[in-house]
């Protein structure tokens, strides 16, 4: 138990649907990142939140947008998405935005685009 | 592009210490090098880190080298349960735009009965 859940676990989809992707973390962190992990590639950073503020975003497509109401609660909101986009999409969370804090990573929304 | 090269896979006999190696021979002086692993289907998990010293944890050991050009981290004895993607990555300094954390491609270790 990691203390970062995430829903769905997987998720298919089409190209013209749209859906959400939904992580919580119950460690009272005050940062929060998505990360997108294709087949055979590294990790790849794509959004970082800290006290609910967008921080960075790593030149993500708009088809990818994030949410960040709180910070127990991260959103990736989905649209139009390619069949490229199919990877395993992980949140993970960290005390504060500074070197030192370990990430806690949640088991992953492993999503498949038709 | 990462900042740290691996070698691609290894195997070790189970009960065996696993040491894996991680050349890191651009790293900055602030910078800590951090070990992560990720079990098949599931999260990458953190292991350790460091900045200059040798640290040890309840799992692994981690070895730096006193130039700082390459670490190794050490399961000292493995288990099958061990298997897994093993990531060492280079965290930027404080300040540093988090773009600049990068995962390479890892080690893929294999546990052997």
């Known amino acids: 138990e990691t203390g970062v859940t995430q829903t769905p676990r997987h998720l298919v989809m089409g190209m013209t649907n749209k859906k959400s992707l939904k992580c919580e973390q119950h460690?009272?962190?005050?940062?929060m990142y998505w990360y997108k992990q294709s087949a055979k590639k590294p990790l790849e950073l794509m959004f970082v939140?800290?006290?609910?503020?967008?921080?960075e975003n790593n030149s993500v497509p708009s088809r990818f947008s994030p949410e960040c109401p709180n910070s127990s609660h991260l959103f990736l909101h989905l649209h139009t998405l390619q069949p490229e986009d199919s990877a395993l999409y992980l949140c993970?969370?960290?005390?504060?935005?500074?070197?030192?804090?370990?990430?806690?990573f949640g088991p992953g929304t492993r999503l498949t685009v038709l | 592009d990462a900042k740290t090269t691996q070698p691609t896979s290894m195997d070790c006999a189970e009960g065996r210490a696993a040491n894996l190696p991680c050349n890191h021979s651009?790293?900055?002086?602030?910078?800590?090098v951090y070990w992560y692993r990720q079990i098949h289907s599931q999260g990458p998990q953190y292991i350790i880190h460091?900045?200059?010293n040798n640290e040890t944890n309840e799992m692994a050991s981690l070895i730096i080298t006193e130039d700082r050009k390459s670490s190794t981290l050490i399961l000292p004895h493995a288990t099958l349960r061990d298997t897994a993607v093993y990531y060492c990555?280079?965290?930027?300094?404080?300040?540093?735009?988090?773009?600049?954390?990068?995962f390479g491609p890892g080690t893929s270790l294999s546990v052997i009965p």
């Open positions: 939140y800290n006290f609910k503020e967008q921080t």
């Open positions: 990555i280079v965290r930027p300094p404080e300040g540093t735009s988090y773009d600049k954390v990068i």
């Open positions: 460690l009272g962190h005050n940062a």
């Open positions: 651009t790293i900055s002086g602030n910078e800590y």
């Open positions: 460091g900045l200059k």
């Open positions: 993970a969370s960290s005390q504060d935005l500074i070197v030192g804090d370990e990430q806690f």
